[in-house]
Structure formats: C-alpha cells, structure tokens
C-alpha cells in the first residue's frame, strides 16, 4: 500500500479528499474491518492498519436506522436535531455496514439459488 492506504486523505494542494466516501466505505469491506458480535448485537468497524486505530461501534437505531459512535457521525448526528433540513446523519462506518450486509446476503441468495436448482435437477433426474 501506498502511504495514504489507499483509502482516504485530505489533499492540501487540491484542498479536497483525495478519495470518495464510497471509496473508504469499499476499503472498510475489502480489508475484513467489518464482523457482527453477536453476544452485544453491534457490528464493529475495525481500523484500517496504517489509517486509523479506533474500532467503532455501529447499532440499529429507530431514528437513524444506524447509528456510529464515531465523532463523525455524532455531530451529523447533532447538526440534524438542531435543523432536520441538514440532512440525516451517516458515516463511512455505517456505509461499510451498509455494504457488508449486502455482500453477505447476496451470497446466501446465491446458495439457496444453487441449493433450490441442484433440488430441482435431481427430482428430474430421478
């Protein structure tokens, strides 16, 4: 990896993050930052090696649907419940969530898919 990790940074020359928020969300996936604990019902973002060193903790949320502790998300978080208009809250972590979830459902689609066409074969080749 480069020295930025690939994942995100602030370009002072450019004066712009040199990667999008999609971009850091897929690098959260791709690097296995992502696991469910099961025992405290809370997916956890883990830190990039070389890019951060916090583990964030994301939790269903009735306002939110998902809520981060990260300081991020918190003061999206307050902006919004001072002025609605500012838009609902999220963060990089909750997209990561967000994509792991779809990843890994999408593959249990798939198996039942496979499981239901390899049933299907067999009761027609019997």
């Not at 994942?7 to 993050?17: D, M, T």
């Not at 609605?84 to 990561?96: D, E």
Request: some cysteine.
């Amino acid at each position: 990896m480069n020295g930025d990790n690939g994942v995100q940074l602030y370009s002072a020359h450019a004066r712009e993050l040199r990667h999008t928020q999609q971009h850091k969300v897929m690098k959260f996936v791709e690097y296995g930052c992502v696991e469910y604990d099961r025992e405290n019902r809370v997916f956890l973002c883990k830190p990039i090696e070389g890019y951060n060193s916090t583990t964030y903790e994301i939790r269903n949320s009735k306002e939110f649907e998902w809520e981060c502790n990260c300081q991020g998300f918190q003061s999206a978080k307050r902006r919004y419940e001072k002025d609605p208009n500012a838009g609902l809250p999220s963060c990089s972590h909750v997209g990561a969530v967000w994509e792991w979830v779809k990843q890994h459902n999408l593959i249990k689609v798939r198996q039942s898919v496979r499981d239901g066409l390899q049933l299907t074969l067999m009761e027609e080749s019997a």
